[in-house]
Nanobody, 120 residues
C-alpha cells in the first residue's frame, strides 16, 4: 500500500513564503511523475506544478515566477516552494504521485491535502 504524507501548510500573510513537502512510502517500486494540485471552496481542482522523472517541470500560469517544484528521489519526496504568496493562492493543496509498485502495477496516488491560507 502506498501512502503520501503532506506537510508544510499553514497561515501566512500576503507576500510571505511557505514550503510544502510530500513524502511517498509503502510498497512503491519507482516513481514517475510528482505534482501539486489545489482546490479552493467552490472551485475545481487545478494543477499547480508537476515534475517528471527527468526533472522537467510544468507550472500553472498563475504561479510562474513565484513557485518552484523540486524532488528528492532518495527520499521519495516532492517539494513546492511558494514565494510572494497572494490571497488567491488560498486553497487545499494536494500531492499527486504516479508510481509503480513491486507487482508492476502503475497508478496514481493522492495525499490527504494540506491547507494554505494567505491573508491580506
Amino acid at each position: 500500500q502506498v501512502q503520501l504524507v503532506e506537510s508544510g501548510g499553514g497561515l501566512v500573510q500576503a507576500g510571505g513564503s511557505l514550503r510544502l513537502s510530500c513524502a511517498a512510502s509503502g510498497s512503491i517500486f519507482s516513481i514517475n511523475t510528482m505534482g501539486w494540485y489545489r482546490q479552493a471552496p467552490g472551485k475545481e481542482r487545478e494543477l499547480v506544478a508537476a515534475i517528471g522523472s527527468t526533472s522537467s517541470t510544468n507550472y500553472a500560469d498563475s504561479v510562474k515566477g513565484r513557485f518552484t517544484i523540486s524532488r528528492d528521489n532518495a527520499k521519495n519526496t516532492v517539494y513546492l516552494q511558494m514565494n510572494s504568496l497572494k490571497p488567491e493562492d488560498t486553497a487545499v493543496y494536494y500531492c499527486r504521485v504516479v508510481g509503480t509498485t513491486s507487482n508492476g502495477r502503475t497508478a496514481q496516488y493522492w495525499g490527504q491535502g494540506t491547507q494554505v491560507t494567505v491573508s491580506s
